[in-house]
């Protein structure tokens, strides 16, 4: 995939780790999401990053920890997390920094909490 | 309290036959929605975008409705084949804050 990027595609940590994910996008867009799907429930938008800024954090627990260097790159800081963390996390992209655009998406990452 | 529904349980249909989807909200005015496509370990791809002004769109094989009166959308897909079998999600952006609202999916299975 040439779109969106993420890494890596699996991910099983204990509770005490400390991990990233990492999200790469290649379309030239200005706008970057987080989002977390768990089975059966729709997807909850976590993290907005708008030309590299952060224009909304969606009541998230602060064992998540974004962080956008640039606009291409889109990271996921996580420790101390909890079984019910365990989900796929989706990266997407859009082309200006509306959360209401077209979102183009990553593959994600298949996070398992132990 | 405010939601999108879509049907939970998976959609059997046969190969040939047209395939509909539908997507229900509550208590939100909105400006528009989108239609997207999820395959077992990837990401949601986009598909179509409806106006609330709209009443149908189309592309290719695939149409969707959209109904403010009866708050529904309806994603319909002709002829359908085995590859169109995937997960269908809805999202709903409000025309007041421009929140956007997913939808939990439909899978649907197409059988040859």
């Known amino acids: 995939e040439t779109g969106v990027t993420q890494t890596p595609r699996h991910l099983v940590m204990g509770m005490t780790n400390k991990k990233s994910l990492k999200c790469e996008q290649h379309l030239g867009h200005n706008a970057m999401y987080w989002y977390k799907q768990s089975a059966k429930k729709p997807l909850e938008l976590m993290f907005v990053y708008s030309l590299e800024e952060r224009v909304e954090n969606n009541s998230v627990p602060s064992r998540f920890s974004p962080e956008c260097p640039n606009s291409s790159h889109l990271f996921l800081h996580l420790h101390t997390l909890q079984p019910e963390d365990s989900a796929l996390y989706l990266c997407?992209?859009?082309?200006?920094?509306?959360?209401?655009?077209?979102?183009?998406f990553g593959p994600g990452t298949r996070l398992l909490v132990l | 309290s405010q939601k999108i529904e879509q049907n939970s349980e998976a959609l059997n249909i046969q190969e040939g036959k047209t395939a509909t989807l539908t997507c229900n909200y509550t208590n939100y005015s909105p400006a528009y929605l989108q239609w997207y496509r999820q395959d077992p370990g990837r990401g949601p791809v986009f598909l179509l975008l409806i106006r609330e002004n709209e009443k149908e769109k189309r592309k290719e094989r695939l149409k969707v409705t959209f109904d403010t009166t009866l708050k529904q959308s309806l994603f319909h897909i002709t002829a359908s084949q085995p590859a169109d079998s995937a997960t269908y999600l809805c999202?709903?952006?409000?025309?007041?804050?421009?929140?956007?609202?997913w939808g939990a999916g439909t899978k649907l299975i197409i059988k040859p």
């Open positions: 997407a992209s859009s082309q200006g920094g509306q959360v209401q655009e077209t979102q183009y």
């Open positions: 999202a709903l952006v409000t025309d007041s804050n421009y929140q956007l609202i």
